[in-house]
């Protein structure tokens, strides 16, 4: 199992006069020490997520000082931005990375975001699609072709050229067992969450997906789903309980206050539901942010010491899960996070001695039994 760091942290958290600073901080955390990537995500108009307005300008900073990690777009969402642009752009950031950019493409679900490209939502999910073969095209040196201002046919490429020969695709999906199955057929990774959904429903779509792959002439176990996580660990559970209950139900507010907005807005919410807008009363609000901190606890965040963790990675690795994508920016408090990754890297390096000692017993296993 793999570890990478996410941020998707609230513009609201106090920054001490540098927003970034966990971000830089982390990430060169990351890069020393054996973790595989480093992803961040596209939001806009809104504090949740504020900070990360465009992933391929976090990337390129990232990539000055980072020499290890992958930086990933997690999620680019492609409708709101011109295919062309996106292939310069993260092509630069390969130049700059050395070649270690990787993006997940979202579709986007919020309507407000696609102020940028209004008449693109209600199409994007095959937006995406089509700008994903012609971002992979240009990547590999074919041609742009359009009309200029002028009515006069365009044949451009790109410039700098990428150092990877191809650029390493994700789709982002919400829960949508659609979205694994067309994430499979194209032979891409899959970004996924346990948000609305548990692992038993997971695993189901993960078997779709594999499924998708090996019916469209890829491997079926080359394909990567990476699951991200909320993630703060510590040396007591009682006590990591209680560095993040607070800070988390706060955390959770401000997504529903987005959600909110967009359903006012006419538009779903995450994950492509309808809902009608209306208001939930104070007492009803509370009792469902404890409610989902309880489940969030216990059974779908890496909340407590590395042990407490274990039985959990174990758990999303049977169902092949191959990557833990840690989203660590939702307590405002930049030391303890950095504290925490300590922990993390502890959990890390617990589960590798833990296979090479399963491998090593199956291998002693076999050879006692090919003895007898």
């Not at 997520?49 to 390129?60: D, R």
Request: proline share 3%; glycine share 6%; charged share 20%.
């Amino acid at each position: 199992m793999d570890f990478g760091i996410m941020f998707f942290s609230s513009a609201a958290q106090k920054s001490n006069g540098n927003s970034y600073a966990l971000l830089t901080a982390a990430a060169k955390y990351a890069d020393e020490h054996g973790f595989c990537c480093v992803w961040t995500p596209e939001r806009h108009f809104h504090e949740f997520g504020g900070l990360f307005p465009n992933p391929s300008v976090t990337s390129a900073a990232l990539a000055m000082i980072t020499r290890n990690v992958q930086l990933r777009a997690g999620s680019l969402i492609s409708p709101l931005h011109n295919e062309l642009r996106i292939a310069e752009e993260w092509s630069v950031v390969d130049n700059l990375s050395a070649g270690r950019v990787a993006i997940s493409f979202g579709s986007g679900w919020n309507v407000n975001d696609f102020l940028f490209f209004p008449e693109r939502y209600s199409s994007r999910h095959a937006t995406m699609y089509e700008q994903i073969q012609t971002v992979q095209r240009l990547w590999q040196g074919g041609a742009f072709v359009q009309q200029n201002s002028l009515g006069h046919e365009v044949s451009v490429t790109i410039y700098p050229k990428p150092v990877q020969a191809t650029l390493p695709l994700w789709i982002t999906s919400s829960g949508n067992a659609e979205t694994f199955a067309s994430a499979g057929a194209i032979g891409a990774n899959i970004l996924t969450h346990l948000i609305g959904q548990d692992i038993e429903t997971l695993a189901s779509k993960i078997e779709h997906y594999r499924a998708a792959r090996a019916s469209n002439g890829f491997d079926p176990q080359q394909g990567i789903v990476s699951l991200m996580l909320h993630t703060y660990m510590g040396a007591e559970t009682a006590a990591v309980r209680d560095k993040v209950r607070e800070p988390f139900r706060e955390y959770l507010r401000s997504a529903i206050s987005l959600e909110e907005k967009a359903a006012l807005s006419g538009g779903v919410i995450s994950g492509g539901h309808k809902i009608d807008p209306h208001n939930i009363p104070d007492q009803v609000r509370e009792e469902l942010l404890d409610i989902t901190f309880e489940r969030y606890f216990r059974t779908a965040a890496l909340m407590g010491t590395p042990a407490d963790c274990q039985r959990l990675v174990w758990q999303l690795k049977s169902i092949g899960i191959n990557e833990i994508a840690c989203l660590i920016d939702f307590i405002d408090d930049h030391e303890a996070v950095l504290e925490s990754l300590e922990f993390v890297n502890e959990l890390r390096a617990s589960l590798s001695a833990e296979v090479i000692n399963r491998s090593i017993t199956e291998s002693v296993s076999a050879f006692m039994e090919e003895l007898e």
